[in-house]
C-alpha cells in the first residue's frame, strides 16, 4: 500500500473527495513529522506512539575497504504499536 491508496481508502470511508483527504493524509503526516522534530511524543490511542530515540556518534567500518570512519550523532523517529493494532494485524486485519 502507498500514499495513494491511503488516500483513496480515506477519501471512501469519509465520504470526502480523493483531494480533499490527500491533503488531510498530508497534513497529519506533517504534523506528526513537525512534532518529532520538536522533540515531542505522539499518541493515537488504539494506533501507536510515534517518538524519537538518539543515537550517540560512533566508530563504523566500510565494509568495501575496511576503513574507518567516524558516523555523526543522530535522531531516528521510532514506532510502538498500540495493543489494538497489534492484535489486529495478529488477527490478520479482520
Not at 555523526?72 to 523517529?77: D, E, G, K
Request: proline share 4%; no cysteine.
Amino acid at each position: 500500500m502507498n500514499k495513494s491508496d491511503i488516500d483513496g481508502r480515506v477519501a471512501n470511508r469519509a465520504g470526502v473527495g480523493r483531494s480533499g483527504a490527500g491533503d488531510a493524509v498530508d497534513a497529519v503526516l506533517e504534523a506528526i513529522g513537525e512534532a518529532l522534530a520538536r522533540g515531542e511524543d505522539v499518541r493515537i490511542v488504539g494506533f501507536g506512539t510515534f517518538g524519537t530515540r538518539s543515537r550517540p556518534a560512533r566508530t563504523g567500518r566500510n565494509p568495501r575497504t575496511g576503513e574507518s570512519l567516524n558516523i555523526a550523532a543522530s535522531t531516528a523517529p521510532t514506532f510502538n504499536a498500540g495493543k489494538p493494532l497489534r492484535d489486529a494485524v495478529n488477527a490478520g486485519g479482520s
